[in-house]
């Protein structure tokens, strides 16, 4: 049984959704519904093995992991029918503060530095009805950090209370956070950006991780596919 949420005093700040939650600000547009339809391919993986936390990585910096990550977290979420957290163990270039504009505070490099309880450095996020457990300000070197003993049980502690944990990460091909955050996940989603990635570090990654750990791969910014969804978008009523 999941420990009830509703026990633990979390503090709730409310955000104003901005372009890159698409899922929020266009519900009807083609990223929106690709979304969804990984939302619905993660429910089919989960119902054949256990699938809750789950890795959000890609081969090089800036190919959208965190939008991603925030996304993923919003469908998962469902209006707030299911618990979802989002940890940013992106300790190196931590961006969930600014993006959503909320204050940094203590999070994660606390809790592995410190022994800063997870649960009582986490956050609500509305209207997104997720959670957030931002990077924090590591003082050491984040990649060490990321290695410590202390981390399988801070993410356990999470876990337990929660549904789905997304964990937003550093780039894989330069640094091996990613790596070691992926043995403590049930599954890696790798988002490589249309245009962008090479293929020679999507290799690189995938290699890294090895077979099984990958439950897929997310085209960010295919605008052949949104081309596609605008031709025959009047038939289905979306226009
Ligand atoms: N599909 C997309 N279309 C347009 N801009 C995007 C898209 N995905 C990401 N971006 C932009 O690219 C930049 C990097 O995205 P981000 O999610 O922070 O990448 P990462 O976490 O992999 O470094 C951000 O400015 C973000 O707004
Ligand atoms: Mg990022």
């Not at 399988?152 to 550093?170: G, K, N, Q």
Request: proline fraction near 8%; aromatic fraction near 4%.
């Amino acid at each position: 049984m999941r420990p009830d949420l509703g026990q633990i005093a979390v503090e709730k700040v409310e955000i104003t959704p901005e372009q890159r939650l698409i899922v929020l600000s266009d519900p009807r547009s083609p990223g929106a519904d690709r979304f969804r339809y990984l939302r619905m391919r993660l429910r089919e993986l989960g119902a054949k093995g256990q699938l809750k936390s789950l890795v959000v990585t890609s081969p090089t910096p800036q190919d959208g992991k965190s939008t991603v990550a925030m996304n993923l977290a919003t469908v998962l979420a469902e209006s707030g029918r299911r618990q979802v957290l989002l940890v940013e163990a992106d300790l190196h270039r931590p961006s969930l503060a600014k993006t959503l504009a909320v204050t940094a505070l203590p999070g994660l490099a606390e809790c592995l530095e410190n022994g800063l309880n997870p649960l009582d450095a986490i956050r609500k996020i509305e209207p997104l009805h997720w959670y957030l457990l931002q990077a924090g300000n590591p003082l050491g070197n984040p990649t060490e950090l990321l290695q410590t003993a202390s981390l399988p049980a801070v993410l356990d502690t999470l876990t337990s209370h929660f549904d789905w944990v997304i964990v937003d990460t550093p780039p894989m091909v330069p640094l091996t956070d990613a790596l070691c955050l992926s043995r403590l996940v049930d599954a890696v989603l790798l988002v490589l950006r249309a245009g962008k990635t090479p293929q020679d570090t999507v290799h690189e990654a995938l290699g890294l991780l090895g077979p099984g750990k990958v439950a897929g791969l997310i085209f960010n910014g295919a605008e052949d596919l949104s081309r596609l969804y605008e031709k025959y978008a009047g038939y289905y009523g979306r226009k």
